[in-house]
């Protein structure tokens, strides 16, 4: 996948609801295993609560989904804190909602509300991210060619991680992939075909509203 959603880092909130308070936990995960660990750390920091319900997501494609109602009706809990991580559309997620019984019964419909929206402060904390696949691209030049580079490179949009100063200077940039042949096109353009540009490995970075966030 060239794109695709998750959390940005491990977030919590809470909320009280006819005097029950939900605890709303996500984090972004790399595996089931990771999921399984987060999910008994937090069920062992509030082992006196009433219920501990969980659902996760993993894989790309969302090939692995759990949940667990963990002591609540059927269909009230678990479910609808996964339709959360589902219609965010949200990759390699955990969450955990924690309910310390406040002596109201909910019912159902109030039950399934409320566990949507300690799933939902749960993810708000932890912010929603777009993961992009991108190159990184390394440009060596001559000291005069600088300038005019920096100045391009900078005017169509690209992050530069890093600028190297040695007997030439090599800039270190981040281009979506799907854009790595109009950079060199320009950068060769621009610099009569003298820049040495290299090509680097894929990797996914983190964006929020198009800007990268590292």
Do not use: C
Request: charged share 30%; aromatic share 8%.
């Amino acid at each position: 996948m060239s794109t695709y959603k998750t959390l940005h880092e491990f977030g919590t909130d809470k909320i009280t609801i006819d005097k029950s308070t939900f605890i709303g936990y996500a984090k972004p995960i790399k595996s089931e295993e990771e999921a399984i660990e987060f999910i008994n750390e937090i069920k062992k920091k509030h082992k006196d609560a009433r219920h501990n319900v969980w659902s996760y997501t993993v894989g790309k494609n969302m090939n692995i989904q759990r949940y667990s109602d963990d002591g609540e009706p059927q269909g009230t809990a678990g479910i609808p804190t996964l339709e959360v991580i589902k219609k965010e559309d949200l990759r390699d997620v955990v969450i955990v909602v924690t309910r310390y019984f406040g002596g109201i019964k909910l019912g159902a419909g109030g039950l399934v509300r409320a566990y949507t929206k300690g799933a939902k402060i749960g993810i708000e904390a932890g912010q929603v991210i777009q993961k992009v696949l991108y190159r990184e691209v390394s440009i060596k030049i001559d000291y005069t060619q600088l300038g005019k580079v920096q100045n391009e490179i900078m005017n169509m949009g690209y992050f530069i991680k890093d600028t190297i100063y040695e007997e030439n200077v090599e800039i270190v940039v981040y281009s979506r992939s799907n854009e790595v042949k109009n950079i060199m096109t320009k950068i060769t353009d621009i610099t009569s075909a003298t820049a040495d540009i290299q090509i680097g490995e894929e990797l996914y970075l983190s964006e929020v509203d198009g800007n990268i966030i590292l």
